[in-house]
């Protein structure tokens, strides 16, 4: 049992599983500064305190959520707010939803539809280019598929897997 009297002093080993996180982790965010060890053994050993399992386990879910090592340094250091920080990530969330809904649409417009001419792959890999984004002359319009809607059931497709050359018989 822990003497009151004494600080808690864990290694990085004993923060780590307390964590949940591997020591190199440990190990990473603290030469990045994000943890500070509350002192040094004489052999040079780091010992963190009760502030440090508090600091690191918030370090780990902000990265766990995605925020960028940076976003988690300014924030540690009070130069922005967790409320500023959610919000950019949360605008940064959302256009890439757009993209992978943008990607999705494509990719099942490929997939179900046969392709009637070289002109409508062009369109199609404009807009896988673009990211949708509107250019004159190109990009998502009414007529495409891709984003307007489902499309009418189309002939089944041929199979397009490759079957092993036959070599004859082995004996």
């Not at 990085?12 to 603290?30: D, E, H, N």
């Not at 949360?90 to 997939?111: K, Q, S, T």
């Not at 002109?119 to 896988?128: Q, R, Y």
Request: net charge positive.
């Amino acid at each position: 049992m822990q003497d009151d009297s004494q600080p808690l002093r864990l290694t990085i080993g004993q923060l780590a599983r307390q964590v949940g996180v591997p020591v190199r982790t440990v190990r990473y965010w603290s030469d990045a500064g994000l943890i500070d060890p509350a002192e040094r053994t004489a052999a040079g050993y780091r010992r963190y305190d009760a502030d440090a399992v508090l600091r690191l386990d918030l370090v780990r879910t902000l990265r766990e959520l995605g925020l960028p090592m940076a976003a988690v340094r300014g924030l540690l250091a009070r130069q922005s707010t967790l409320a500023d920080v959610a919000a950019a990530h949360v605008a940064a969330l959302d256009g890439e939803l757009r993209l992978l809904r943008l990607r999705r649409a494509l990719l099942n417009y490929l997939a179900t539809t046969p392709l009637s001419d070289l002109k409508e792959l062009t369109v199609i890999t404009d807009l896988a280019r673009s990211g949708g984004t509107s250019r004159p002359g190109h990009g998502i319009s009414r007529g495409h598929a891709a984003v307007a809607g489902p499309r009418p059931a189309s002939p089944a497709r041929p199979d397009r897997t490759r079957q092993p050359a036959s070599r004859g018989s082995r004996h």
